[in-house]
DNA sequence: CTTACGGCCTGGGTGC
DNA sequence: TGCACCCAGGCCGTAA
């Protein structure tokens, strides 16, 4: 499941082997995981691959004019503005989602979905077999519209700013860290990942932190999204990096999938539940729950703070 | 408005 | 060999 440190393993492995190589031509398969087949069709041939950007679970591909390559790439009444990059190829990997160049003699993979005749002879292809990627081509107010629907990235995010989002919100935890409107780039695992090593249970609120739990989740996110990047991720089931490596964070794992097995801190046996919707693993003593939690189905005390009307 | 939750998409893996 | 079932991330509709 790519999240943060995969995506950005993969940017990085694209930037080494496909930045600044022209787009020749698009063949497409199955298509229901394109926001606009037609688009990508008609706006990428001719275009150079000007920069490769992670954006939370999302890359973009980031796609300028190339300079001299004849008239049909006219695109009228768009102006170029000084500013080569025009547009952008969102891809979203979901879960099984491979991106990666092949020689274009190389057979095809079953799965694969989509391919970019590039420049130099070799085919970028997307292979995904369960299809829960996304792949957009956009530009101008609908790219800058699209991205800004997304919350901060947690590499970034200032401690201050990431104690105040996580405070401001009355849903569980667990939740927030998955919200990709709050934090851009967080999935199941290393939200596990970061409340263990924080002790704090899926199931508390983000208004109920202290600021030090919010202080602390904000420094263990951070630390293990940047050593599982330097580990180029984790391969769970099927990731594989852009050169078809697996990554190695997997190792690193402390509740994630360990379900039954003892915890590395107190050696009590790690629980899984589901929190927002998700398989959640945690240590039931080192994490401790709130006083409601029950299973599964803990509803948040009703709100009587604020009452809607008279 | 915010939050919770169930259902849906798909196909690989598992267990019978 | 078949087949029912589970699970995953994101999204959407509905309910509170």
Redesign the pocket.
Known sequence: ?PELPEVETVARGLRQSILGRRIVSVTLGKT?FIDDPAALEQHLPGRRISAVERYG?FMLLRLGQAEGAGSYLSHPGRIDDGDNVVGSLLV?L??TGHIAPFPAAKPHE??THVCFLLDDGRELRYID????G?MAYLEGPALEQELQEFGADPLVVSVEDFVALVRA????IK?LL?D?GVLRGV??IYADESLWRAKIHPTRLGAQLTTKQARTLHRVLRDILEKAIVLRGSSISDFLDADGEPGEYQRHHRAYGREGKGCYRCGKLIRRAIV????SYFCPRCQPAPRRFKGT?P??SPKISRREMH
């Open positions: 499941m229901d679970k979203h979901g879960m079953k799965h077999a369960r299809r829960f996304r919100h009355r849903a569980r939740a998955l990709q999935g199941n927002a919707g998700r398989s189905l509803l948040p």
